[in-house]
């Protein structure tokens, strides 16, 4: 049995920042609210769109302003988030290869799981995915490990023949949280160092790389 791949979608499938970049910015400034470059709204992403309106809400902000960002944010992006997502060059024809070979295949992420839906089927329309699961309810957000197992149980491996594929810190922590290897790719939204502190099965900084660090 070939193992079980759970990818990350921001920053490891998909470059989404502009498009983030642009919603989250219209959502603060038709609240009054300063705006931010996206070397800094890189840094919000990855632990779902409350945190993201949190971090970038002036400090102290009630949860009353953070909700309407949130909203705010999630309607504008709704209507123009293909403006500013695309995948990774690469990314598509090695999907394509790693599914060719056997894999079994799923998306786990912290974004709202009707964008994650969405953007997997419009940016991957060639690719079958046997799970793709977003920010929803039933579902705790990354690290939390619920995610990944029930994708995992999806898949009918055990947790040890699965591996994750992420961008971030938060998803090494959900790998061992799930008791799954993982592949820590430096492509996208977080800095080298800290994933090498949460000590990944392997990293890889080339997307053509990722298939030989899975089978490796």
């Not at 009054?32 to 102290?60: C, M």
């Not at 394509?96 to 056997?102: P, S, V």
């Amino acid at each position: 049995m070939k193992q079980g791949l759970l990818f990350d979608l921001d920053g490891t499938l998909v470059d989404s920042l502009p498009g983030i970049t642009a919603s989250l910015n219209h959502a603060l400034a038709g609240m009054g609210f300063a705006t931010h470059g996206s070397l800094e709204v890189r840094r919000f992403i990855g632990n779902g769109s409350w945190v993201l309106a949190k971090r970038a809400a002036p400090q102290d902000s009630p949860d009353e302003a953070i909700a309407a960002i949130e909203l705010a944010f999630k309607a504008h992006y709704d209507l123009h988030w293909q403006d500013g997502t695309e995948p990774f060059p690469g990314v598509p024809e090695v999907l394509a290869e790693l599914r060719a070979k056997g894999h079994p295949m799923a998306v786990l992420s912290n974004k709202p799981h009707p964008f994650t839906t969405v953007i997997v089927e419009r940016l991957f329309p060639g690719i079958r995915f046997d799970a793709v699961v977003g920010q929803k309810e039933g579902i705790p957000h990354k690290p939390d490990p619920a995610g990944a197992l029930e994708i995992v149980r999806t898949f009918g491996l055990p947790p040890e023949d699965c591996i994750l594929v992420g961008d971030s810190t938060i998803d090494l922590e959900t790998a061992r949280n799930a008791g799954i290897q993982s592949i820590a790719v430096t492509w996208g939204y977080h800095d080298r160092a800290p994933l090498l502190e949460g000590v990944p099965g392997a990293v890889v900084d080339e997307v053509s790389g990722l298939p030989d660090a899975i089978h490796g």
